[in-house]
């Protein structure tokens, strides 16, 4: 019985460590469980009769999803089980985080946030798909090269790719959607970070790009992984305030599907207000928020609760 009760302390103890050296690298990280799930649960779960997820769970972890009127808590109220809305790179927090979750054998590193911009390429073996063959062959097609970057190794034999990505371009997240087998994870999603124990194993860092920076994704990928703007967004409109910046994240809001909506323009609203372009991109937000199938209140209300608490978000 020692040994069972010894066990889940050494790894929480592991991947607090890890967790700590990646905070230290300016990756944001949170606690997972053996799941590979966030370690906290919601304190709102008592409030919803079901929890749904963004997107099923798989090696690059997730995010909330909408709630079924208001707009979803995503940390305003000071507690933790935000899933990655609770990341961060202070180190006290995060102890915080891993002492509120003793059982955490792991952590994940937020993607899409300054100052890397983290896109994770996911190249998975379960599917029954060559993924290293399909990356190989749309390289080809689309005339790219991956550079060398941190490459994590999976329990299941799969690989996860580092990238970077410019930080006026928000990156979604998608299963399949560039090959079969191929994963993204971008803004609002996380990756597991290399040491974290699983119920399938442990994730861990590739030898040979254990000193290597994620290095930036070829622009002929990232034009595949970014989506094209809705023609709703297009004929006769003005360009979206904002310039680069702002037309990225309407793009990622346009982008979403159900499950999908709050989240994404919660995430882009927060990122709009801490880049001082809130205010005179609400109601680009608001349009391409009701294009997705969203009300203009739910819109405005969730842009509202992007905006308290973004204001009361201390400076880095």
């Not at 062959?137 to 490459?151: D, N, S």
């Not at 990156?171 to 040491?195: E, F, H, T, W």
């Not at 699983?198 to 992984?225: E, K």
């Amino acid at each position: 019985m020692a040994t069972t009760d010894r066990f889940p302390r050494q790894a929480t103890t592991l991947a607090l460590a890890h967790a700590l050296s990646a905070a230290e690298r300016g990756l944001a990280v949170i606690p997972l469980s053996r799941t590979k799930l966030p370690a906290l649960r919601s304190p709102h779960r008592a409030e919803h009769h079901t929890e749904r997820r963004d997107e099923p769970p798989g090696d690059l972890g997730g995010g909330p999803a909408d709630g079924p009127a208001a707009p979803p808590c995503h940390g305003e109220c000071g507690r933790p089980g935000h899933g990655v809305y609770d990341a961060t790179t202070d180190p006290d927090r995060i102890r915080e985080l891993f002492a509120a979750a003793p059982w955490a054998t792991g952590y994940g590193i937020a993607c899409g946030l300054p100052p890397h911009h983290l896109v994770g390429v996911d190249l998975d073996t379960k599917s029954g798909t060559d993924s290293t063959a399909a990356l190989r062959e749309l390289a080809l097609r689309h005339l790219f090269t991956i550079p060398p970057t941190v490459v994590v190794l999976t329990p299941s034999g799969g690989r996860h790719l580092w990238l970077t990505g410019p930080p006026d371009v928000v990156v979604p997240n998608s299963a399949g959607r560039l090959a079969p087998g191929i994963d993204i994870r971008g803004a609002g999603g996380y990756l597991v970070g290399p040491g974290s124990r699983t119920a399938h194993g442990v994730y861990s860092a590739d030898p040979g790009s254990v000193h290597l920076p994620p290095a930036p994704c070829p622009p002929s990928l990232l034009r595949l992984l970014v989506p094209p703007p809705s023609r709703a967004a297009r004929p006769g409109r003005r360009p979206p305030a904002g310039g680069a910046h702002g037309r990225g994240l309407i793009q990622f809001v346009l982008a979403a599907h159900e499950g999908q909506r709050n989240t994404r323009l919660f995430w882009a609203a927060c990122r709009a207000h801490e880049n001082g372009i809130g205010t005179e991109l609400t109601e680009d937000l608001v349009t391409a928020a009701v294009h997705t199938g969203l009300t203009a209140r739910e819109a405005r209300g969730t842009i509202a609760s992007a905006a308290r608490m973004t204001a009361h978000r201390p400076a880095p």
